[in-house]
């Protein structure tokens, strides 16, 4: 002890029992037990038992059925209360406590020196810093041991409990035990069960301190046998709180299995915009992503099985039964249907997966109760659709199936790859598109561009249009006139009028090929002529550098580097040029080949200024003619009377939107 305390701590110490024993009022009992005189003591001297101490006169002996028996005799009296010794060692020891509380969340702790009583000895146990926590010291140690009174303190052997850190607890001392000053400890189990508090009641002079072992002995004898919280009471053993409850079991509380549920893979609320971000950042809010496209055999959804509840239980032992989860139909609509795992629902064809009325349904026809424009946005869908309305300009509507409007298309984009029906007209102001793969029904068309890979059948004109058709281009009706532009179909084009009696923009009609191999070998045959001119403009300056070299003998480095790179490129230039010579040799080659007849025909009149070609001869018409049919033979452009398109198609007429076939 001297080795840890100074002169003026040894002294306040005594100062404090002197004030202690001067205070006490003592008075002699006896008892047929130790128990019983204390109990007569604490009557006697207004306190309860654990405020009393005492010293033994006389030991009491049981006799043998009551011969030679002696009573316990005791002096005892109230124990002083409590005084706390400010001392520079005690606010260390504080300051340690608080500072390893607040690091106990902390990524680094200190090591920390713990003393319990226990009946066998004063025990010590240290534990070891974490991260760069510092370690505990020995000095720590011994205030520790002297702040409780511990007596013959083996300091060897707690230097090396210091060093060790073990966190075991070991016996370093003694004391002066009163086991009536024992800690005290009740327990209240609360909430049905579901909880457990602990009240422990502090030692007094020589009273043990409560271990963890012996509290969980406590809880066990008062039934508590589930949920004991064991961090709790090592807590409780290391550091200790008095007269407050403190949880130290908890029971598990029931958890009942979730209904089984369904796994979306898209959106089932409409009411969320899908806005598309473009790589500079900007939206474009005509692409709202409002269609949510399927193809056959994508999953669309996944039921996941209902799950089975988890019993609870108190911290009595009582078990809690939980209700197991609840099984669903999976919701099959139309065109689904469920693989043959039981779980994921499949989409039986291409088109809009929906949830309504609680079903999971792919439609193969979207229907846009109006216009095309902001509210919708741009449609993609991959099916039919059906507009009961116009698209409005700068809107762009694409479909995998047939596409059908009862209103009008402005300067748009619209594609199908099947037919498309526009029950009025297409303005396309110099800038809409129409393109099918298959069949064009409209009322008139104007100033647009149009390919179909079938027919273009219209009622009212062809106005300042270019429309491509791999087969017919036929206008049949009251003021069926073709006027400017530039038309071109595979086997025929057939309208009431040709041209304009006024003259104005050039009307030009192409017939008896493939328009689209045509167009493959225009553009082709520009390529090649752009090449040519790149060869030539090459050619000029190889011969200016190699002239000059020829009269000097030799050229400057930069001027021979320059010269072989242009000996470089124009070989590359002619490689390319072979190359489009012979793409262009095919495709004249199988437009040769074609069967196709091809014939121009006009029911009313054809106008001087109309251009036809049919293959590849060309003829513009100098005087007005009626009812007139152009058709190729021998080279040369014929007439003969007017010959009425084949009806088939016309009698068929604009397909079922509902059928994208």
Known sequence: MAATLGLAEIAELMRRYLEEDGSKKSIIVTGTSLELALADAALQLGVPVKRIEFELIDKGVKGVLGAGSRPWKVKAYVAAEKREVAMPVQAEVMDDFAEAGALSVAKDRDGECFVRIAADGALLKVSSPLGKGRKATEKQAFDKLSGRAVREIDEALVREVVKQASSDYVRVGDFIANPVNDALMTVDIADQEMKAYVILTPPGPGGCDLSKDAILGFLRNNRIINGVLEEVLQELEDKPRYREPILVAEGSKPQNG???????????????YRLKEASDGKVNF??????????????????????????????????????????????????????????????????????????????????????????????????????????????????????????????????AEGDIVVHQGVAGKSDGSVTAGKNIWAKFIENASVEAGENVIVSDGLINSTIVANKKIICQGKRAAIVGGRYRACEEINAKSLGSPVGGAETTLEVGYDPKSKEKMDELQAQALKVKRQVDEHDKNIATL??????????????????????????????????????????????????????????????????????DVHEEVKNEQKAITFYLENQMIKTTRYEEPEDEILKRGPPDAHKAD
């Open 286 to 415: 005509k692409e709202l992503g409002l269609i949510q496209n399927v193809v056959a055999g994508q999953p669309l959804a996944r039921k996941v099985p209902p799950e089975t509840g988890v019993t609870g239980r108190t911290v009595t032992g009582k078990l809690i039964p939980a209700r197991n989860g609840k099984d669903v139909l999976p919701p099959l609509g139309r065109n689904v249907h469920m693989a043959e795992d039981g779980a994921t629902i499949i989409a039986d064809i291409n088109g809009q997966v929906t949830f309504l009325a609680s079903r999971i349904n792919v439609e193969e026809i979207f229907t846009v109760p109006g216009d095309v424009n902001l509210k919708t946005g741009n449609i993609m869908f991959l099916g039919t659709v059906i507009i009961q309305g116009n698209v409005d300009d700068g809107f762009t509507v694409k479909a995998s199936g047939n596409i059908e409007i009862t209103g009008s298309v402005g300067r748009s984009e619209v594609v």
């Open 546 to 615: 190699q002239a000059t070299k020829k009269q000097k003998k030799s050229l400057p480095e930069d001027k021979e580097a320059i010269l072989q790179d242009y000996l470089v490129r124009r070989a590359e230039l002619i490689a390319e040029l072979r190359g489009l010579a012979k793409e262009i040799e095919g495709i004249q080659t199988y437009l040769n080949g074609l069967k196709t007849r091809g014939r121009i025909s006009a029911s009313g009149r054809v106008y001087p200024g109309v251009k036809l070609v049919i293959k």
């Open 258 to 272: 979730r209904d089984s549920r369904i796994q979306f893979n898209f959106e089932t609320d409409k009411t969320k």
